[in-house]
C-alpha cells in the first residue's frame, strides 16, 4: 500500500457567526486505508465531510485530493472522489442498473462493463433489476456505493453509512470496504457512531472534538493492551497450585484462583514468563486472555465521556 497521501487537509477551518465549529483540522490518508472519522455530538464530522466535498464553503485552509485543490480546482478533485453524505439519492421508480446507467452517462468513460464490475463487487447481481422502491435499505446503501465508485475514485467518504441497516447490512457493508480499499486500492474515509464496526473495519481512526483535533491512532495501537499492569485471565489446572506458583512470581498483588484457574494483575510483558513458569510446575495452561481497551473505551478517555453522534 503506497504511503502517499490521497487526501490532506491542512488547517481546515469553518466560522459561522462568529462561532468556530472546525478549528485548523490537518491530517492525511494514504491510498488503500480505511480510516475512520469520530468525534462527540457537534464536534464537526459532519461540517468537515462536507467542506471536504464542497457543499460548504472553508473560511480558511486547504482539502487536496492527489495534491488537486479543492477550493482552487473543484471539478477537478472530484473526478477522484466518490461520496455518500447521509443517504443515498436514488430513483426508487426505477431499477438498480437503470439508476447506474443513468448516472453514468453523466460522467465520460463509464462503460457497460464498468457498470457489471460494480454490480458484482456489492452483490447485487441476482436483484440489480428490480425497482429500487423493493430494496432493503442496506441494498440501497449497496447501490448507492457502487454508484459513488462507477467513476473509480481514489478516495470514497461516506457519512454514518450504517445509519438504518440491521446488523447483517451493517458486516456486509464493513467486509465490502474493507473489499474495496483492497482490491482497488480505493481510500475509505468513513464517520460513524457504531465504535465496535469502527474497530473491526478501519486501519486507523482520527477523533476530533469540538471541533479541534484530539488524535489520529492506528486501531491497533488503539485497542492494544495498556501500559503497566493488565488484568490476565488464565485457564489452567490444577486452579490452586497455578493460583500459587503464580501468586510468587507477581509483583503486583496475588493470583486470585478461579474455577478454571486464576485472574492476576501483571505487565503484559510478563505474560510468556509466567506461562513458562507454570509449564515447569507441571500445570496445564489451556489458555491465556489479556484485558484490553476496547476502541469505545479509549474513545471515551480522549473526549472525557462526550457522547458520540
Known amino acids: 500500500m503506497s504511503q502517499q497521501p490521497v487526501v490532506q487537509l491542512r488547517n481546515v477551518t469553518k466560522k459561522i457567526g462568529g462561532k468556530t465549529i472546525v478549528d485548523r483540522l490537518s491530517f492525511e490518508v494514504p491510498r488503500g486505508e480505511v480510516f475512520g472519522f469520530l468525534g462527540p455530538n457537534g464536534a464537526g464530522k459532519t461540517t468537515t465531510i462536507r467542506m471536504m466535498v464542497g457543499l460548504i464553503s472553508m473560511t480558511e485552509g486547504e482539502v487536496l485530493v492527489n495534491g488537486i485543490s479543492v477550493n482552487k480546482q473543484f471539478e477537478r478533485a472530484m473526478r477522484h472522489v466518490g461520496a455518500i453524505v447521509e443517504n443515498p439519492e436514488l430513483y426508487k421508480f426505477l431499477s438498480g442498473y437503470q439508476n447506474l446507467v443513468h448516472f453514468a452517462r453523466m460522467i465520460p468513460g463509464i462503460t457497460r462493463e464498468r457498470i457489471d464490475e460494480v454490480v458484482a463487487l456489492v452483490k447485487l447481481e441476482n436483484r440489480i433489476d428490480d425497482k429500487v422502491k ?44 474493507r473489499q474495496l480499499a483492497k482490491a482497488e486500492g480505493t481510500s475509505v474515509i468513513v464517520s460513524s457512531h457504531l465504535l465496535s464496526e469502527m474497530e473491526l473495519m478501519c486501519d486507523r481512526v482520527a477523533v476530533i472534538q469540538n471541533g479541534k483535533l484530539v488524535d489520529v491512532r492506528p486501531i491497533r495501537d488503539m485497542v492494544a493492551a495498556s501500559e503497566g499492569p493488565v488484568q490476565v485471565t488464565f485457564t489452567a489446572e490444577p486452579a490452586e497450585l497455578a493460583a500459587k506458583v503464580a501468586s510468587g512470581m507477581l509483583q503486583d498483588g496475588p493470583a486470585i484462583a478461579t474455577r478454571d484457574g486464576f485472574t492476576a494483575a501483571l505487565p503484559y510483558d510478563d505474560i510468556p514468563g509466567l506461562v513458562r513458569r507454570l509449564v515447569e510446575a507441571d500445570v496445564r495452561v489451556f489458555g491465556v486472555k489479556a484485558a484490553s481497551k476496547t476502541l469505545e473505551d479509549q474513545f471515551l478517555e480522549m473526549t472525557r465521556g462526550g457522547q458520540i453522534v
Open 134 to 177: 423493493t430494496y432493503s435499505l442496506g441494498m440501497r446503501q449497496r447501490l448507492g456505493v457502487a454508484q459513488a465508485i462507477l467513476h473509480k475514485p481514489d478516495v470514497l467518504i461516506l457519512d454514518e453509512p450504517t445509519n438504518g441497516l440491521d446488523p447483517e447490512g451493517i458486516r456486509e457493508l464493513r467486509d465490502y470496504l
